[in-house]
């Protein structure tokens, strides 16, 4: 069948033929991670991800639990080995407990994350631990109760403040997430690393990112991964860099001495970890990503509901694969327009 491909920039295609074991890119990079948004609804409405009247998709365009199951099964039969379950918010998704003991139980599928806002997460933390979930990134990017209302517009801070004190305190190792915004929560940077002085979470830092579905302006004064650094160091003298967690992974690692968690920084801007990256991407409404800053490369969604086989799924898979852009940078130059304009609620993060 013809595949609906819907970038077009024109690259050297790898035969997919050469790559018998697991998913490698065209610059020779093994794609085993693959993020998943299972939504694009949300129960806030973040600044930098949303506009307050953020317009939904209609839910016949989002991908089914069943189209859900059969794309996983096909990325996990390509060797795809991690997948992080996103959105918008996962637990607003009707079904998630059950569409997650799916996803986890998939054959080649070995870990299972979750990124989540926290406001309905802490009555489901039992039953993730039991699933074996591998780790969950929260969201929050203060601990302050009126600037969370600001920031999030929404009034929900006690909510998510108790899921991160269950989190800190079950086995599901946790980060949460702060994007890290001038004249909002700048102050936040100091506040928020004293909290690993007792608990054994990781407080990551991540630069503010061009995806916020059009309405809020981008901000010419960002708050980038060195200057984050630099505030770091200047409260903390004490603080050690560890590196990174593994050659793929976006944050770079710090502690304070003497504190039992971790610090981290994802230049998610400035973008210099593209180099070893090992994730696709599958939107809220089945488009595959092969790069955070691209427009989409392939419909996943429009393939199945017109009678893709599994077959054709995996070869369209593979074939975006080995046309990958070498870099968010690359992929930019080749969008056009739309960054600035999708919101990450669809995208994933
Ligand atoms: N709703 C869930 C949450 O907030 O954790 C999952 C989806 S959210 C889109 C995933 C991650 O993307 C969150 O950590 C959020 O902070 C981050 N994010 C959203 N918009 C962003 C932006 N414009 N720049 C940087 N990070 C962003
Ligand atoms: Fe919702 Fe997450 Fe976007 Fe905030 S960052 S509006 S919680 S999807």
């Known amino acids: 069948m013809q595949l609906p491909v819907i970038s077009s920039f024109d690259r050297e295609n790898v035969d997919s033929a050469t790559f018998s074991s697991g998913l490698v890119d065209n610059f020779n990079r093994p794609i085993t991670y693959l993020r998943l948004a299972v939504t694009d609804r949300c129960n806030l409405r973040c600044a930098y991800c949303m506009p307050e009247n953020m317009r939904f998709l209609p839910t016949k365009e989002l991908l089914t639990d069943d189209e859900i199951m059969r794309l996983v099964g096909v990325c996990a039969a390509q060797g795809i080995r991690k ?9 607003v998704r009707r079904g998630i407990m059950d569409l997650l003991w799916r996803i986890k139980e998939t054959s080649g599928i070995e870990e299972v994350h979750i990124t989540t806002n926290g406001v309905l997460t802490e009555p489901h ?15 929050m990017d203060t601990f302050d109760a009126e600037r969370f209302r600001d920031l999030t517009r ?7 403040h108790a899921t991160f004190e269950a989190l800190a305190a079950s086995a599901i190792p946790l980060s949460v997430n702060a994007v890290i915004m001038e004249n909002k929560n700048t102050d936040d940077v100091i506040a928020m690393s004293e909290q690993t002085q007792s608990k054994q979470f990781t407080m990551r830092f991540i ?8 309405t809020h302006e981008f901000p010419t004064l960002l708050w980038t991964h060195d200057k984050i650094l630099t505030t770091l160091k200047t409260a903390f003298p004490t603080m050690m860099a560890l590196g990174k967690a593994d050659n793929t992974a976006t944050a770079d690692l710090y502690q304070i001495q003497g504190y039992e968690g971790k610090i981290g920084i994802i230049a998610g801007f400035s973008r210099t970890f593209c180099g070893a990256c090992n994730r696709i991407r599958i939107t809220a409404k089945g488009t595959l990503k ?3 800053y691209d427009n989409g490369v392939l419909n996943f969604k429009t393939m199945m509901r017109s009678g893709a086989s599994d077959e054709d799924l995996s070869e369209a898979l593979i074939r975006s694969v080995t046309n990958r852009f070498r870099d968010g940078f690359e992929a930019e130059r080749h969008t056009h327009a739309t960054v600035g304009f999708d919101s990450m609620s669809e995208i994933g993060g």
């Open 207 to 214: 630069e503010e990112m061009p995806f916020n579905g059009g």
């Open 83 to 91: 997948v992080r379950i996103t959105g918008g918010e996962p637990f």
């Open 125 to 139: 933390i039992p039953e993730l631990q039991k699933m074996g979930i591998a780790s969950i990134n929260l969201s």
């Open 290 to 292: 092969t790069c955070l």
């Open 154 to 160: 929404r009034d929900e801070f006690a909510a998510v």
